[in-house]
């Protein structure tokens, strides 16, 4: 177990600093307890530690990102017993570098079958495939929410 942040897209230091920051707090986690903010992390680093996070209690944001694709394939629940933005459990926005061709190409989470509480935003991840082929409302619970992807 481990603690998650609230941070948004707010950055603190330079890229290295926040995977540094990244890497130390969840290498080895199964379950973050708050919230899984992953934010202007580069294509060059290896984020293969996050393959043991299981569940999330509280929001993921992967915002402004430009690595290939995102290890969570055995993320089995986001709790959303918090939200980013007031609504979302799942945000994904701007995970590409215009000026090349490094990108958010999979999230990779073919693992995950519920998302509690809270929608799922997914917009502006200029190569990201096959989102749209996910049934967002099969995972959802909420019955209310519309998935924006």
């Given at each position: 177990?481990?603690?998650g942040?609230?941070?948004?897209?707010s950055?603190?230091?330079?890229?290295?600093?926040?995977?540094q920051?990244l890497?130390?707090?969840?290498?080895?986690?199964e379950?973050?307890?708050?919230?899984?903010?992953?934010?202007?992390?580069?294509?060059?680093?290896d984020?293969?530690?996050?393959?043991?996070?299981?569940?999330?209690?509280?929001?993921?944001?992967?915002?402004m990102?430009?690595?290939?694709?995102?290890?969570l394939?055995?993320?089995?629940v986001?709790?959303?017993t918090?939200?980013?933005?007031?609504?979302?459990?799942?945000?994904?926005?701007?995970?590409?570098?215009?000026n090349t061709?490094h990108a958010?190409?999979?999230l990779?989470?073919?693992?995950?079958?519920?998302?509690?509480?809270?929608?799922?935003?997914?917009?502006?991840?200029?190569?990201?495939?096959?989102?749209?082929?996910?049934?967002?409302?099969?995972?959802?619970?909420d019955?209310?929410?519309?998935?924006?992807?």
């Amino acid at each position: 177990v481990c603690a998650g942040t609230l941070n948004g897209l707010s950055v603190t230091g330079d890229a290295q600093h926040q995977y540094q920051t990244l890497h130390k707090m969840y290498n080895n986690c199964e379950i973050v307890m708050g919230n899984l903010e992953i934010v202007l992390i580069d294509h060059t680093q290896d984020l293969s530690f996050l393959q043991t996070i299981r569940e999330v209690t509280g929001y993921i944001l992967i915002a402004m990102n430009v690595f290939a694709a995102l290890p969570l394939q055995n993320l089995r629940v986001i709790r959303g017993t918090q939200f980013y933005e007031d609504k979302f459990a799942l945000f994904v926005l701007l995970n590409y570098n215009p000026n090349t061709t490094h990108a958010l190409r999979q999230l990779g989470l073919n693992q995950l079958t519920e998302i509690l509480a809270g929608g799922v935003y997914i917009e502006k991840n200029a190569q990201l495939c096959h989102v749209d082929t996910v049934e967002w409302r099969d995972i959802m619970r909420d019955p209310r929410l519309e998935p924006l992807v």
